[in-house]
């Protein structure tokens, strides 16, 4: 396989925004985010709905384009870049894993995997080999040739997981991919996650309301009404990460 154990950093800035807006119209979604995010660190970012932590994460994942403000990931200065460069930086750089699989129905599991390498023409037998790498790293192998309704909901996730991871991305952005699970699903996710994170070195952004899994991230920033309001280092031990919970949900 080539997963491997890869050293944790916290040495480089990987994601850096500098006083970013983001407006729709005349109503700004993002009001002058800072955030710095650091090579193979695994963020979560958390706030109420509206905040604008999907906004935060569509500009970080090139889906959207900063109003005003710096934006950096890796050596990719966004807010410069033209639509071809953040369609190639999207296909070469990142994996995305949302609420919602985006599996297709008529295709097995193996081919759903395989569809970001045939976007970067990848050949049929690496194509191949690289798509089971990654559904043995999720623990879906054995399901290669099912099709998507012939899976659970967390199977279908994990099917998603491996897509997003097929293409070895140095960025995961994940927006509430355990919004559709229950809370045993949810852990077996996040633990896939820390994984992902831990052997492979993969820097990974996610988005959340479900505080009980924050335990899996090494630091939390909180956002609202637009604005980064304040970062947490996430505790390892169960009684200050409990604590910490408790703070979170009185202003979240």
């Given at each position: 396989?080539?997963?491997?154990?890869?050293?944790?950093?916290?040495?480089?800035?990987?994601?850096?925004?500098?006083?970013?807006?983001?407006?729709?119209?005349?109503?700004?979604?993002?009001?002058?985010?800072?955030?710095?995010?650091?090579?193979?660190?695994?963020?979560?970012?958390?706030?109420?709905?509206?905040?604008?932590?999907?906004?935060?994460?569509?500009?970080?994942?090139?889906?959207?384009?900063?109003?005003?403000?710096?934006?950096?990931?890796?050596?990719?200065?966004?807010h410069k870049l033209s639509?071809?460069?953040?369609?190639?930086?999207?296909?070469?750089?990142?994996?995305?894993?949302?609420?919602?699989?985006?599996?297709?129905?008529?295709?097995?599991?193996?081919?759903?995997?395989?569809?970001?390498?045939?976007?970067?023409?990848?050949?049929?037998?690496?194509?191949?080999?690289?798509?089971?790498?990654?559904?043995?790293m999720v623990g879906l192998?054995?399901?290669?040739?099912?099709?998507?309704?012939?899976?659970?909901?967390?199977?279908?996730?994990?099917?998603?997981?491996?897509?997003?991871?097929?293409?070895?991305?140095?960025?995961?952005?994940?927006?509430?991919?355990?919004?559709?699970?229950d809370s045993k699903t949810?852990?077996?996710?996040?633990?896939?996650?820390?994984?992902?994170?831990?052997?492979?070195?993969?820097?990974?952004?996610?988005?959340?309301?479900?505080?009980?899994?924050?335990?899996?991230?090494?630091?939390?920033?909180?956002?609202?009404?637009?604005?980064?309001?304040?970062?947490?280092?996430?505790?390892?031990?169960?009684?200050?990460?409990?604590?910490?919970?408790?703070?979170?949900?009185?202003?979240?």
């Amino acid at each position: 396989m080539y997963f491997k154990e890869v050293p944790f950093p916290f040495v480089v800035s990987f994601i850096e925004a500098r006083d970013v807006w983001k407006y729709y119209g005349d109503y700004p979604a993002l009001r002058g985010v800072n955030i710095e995010i650091k090579e193979g660190e695994f963020r979560c970012i958390i706030g109420p709905s509206g905040s604008g932590k999907t906004t935060l994460l569509s500009l970080i994942g090139g889906l959207d384009r900063v109003s005003r403000g710096y934006l950096r990931v890796g050596p990719y200065e966004l807010h410069k870049l033209s639509n071809t460069e953040l369609d190639r930086y999207r296909n070469e750089f990142l994996g995305f894993v949302f609420q919602l699989y985006y599996l297709i129905p008529r295709m097995t599991v193996l081919e759903n995997v395989e569809l970001p390498l045939i976007a970067r023409g990848v050949d049929p037998g690496r194509r191949r080999k690289l798509a089971l790498e990654a559904l043995e790293m999720v623990g879906l192998r054995n399901k290669a040739r099912r099709r998507p309704n012939e899976l659970s909901g967390g199977e279908q996730q994990r099917v998603a997981i491996a897509r997003a991871i097929v293409s070895r991305p140095r960025l995961l952005l994940a927006d509430e991919p355990t919004g559709n699970l229950d809370s045993k699903t949810a852990a077996v996710i996040m633990d896939i996650f820390s994984k992902l994170n831990r052997e492979l070195g993969m820097t990974i952004v996610m988005v959340t309301h479900n505080l009980e899994i924050i335990g899996n991230c090494h630091r939390v920033s909180r956002i609202s009404d637009g604005v980064i309001t304040r970062t947490y280092d996430v505790p390892q031990t169960h009684e200050t990460l409990d604590t910490l919970i408790r703070e979170l949900m009185t202003t979240v």
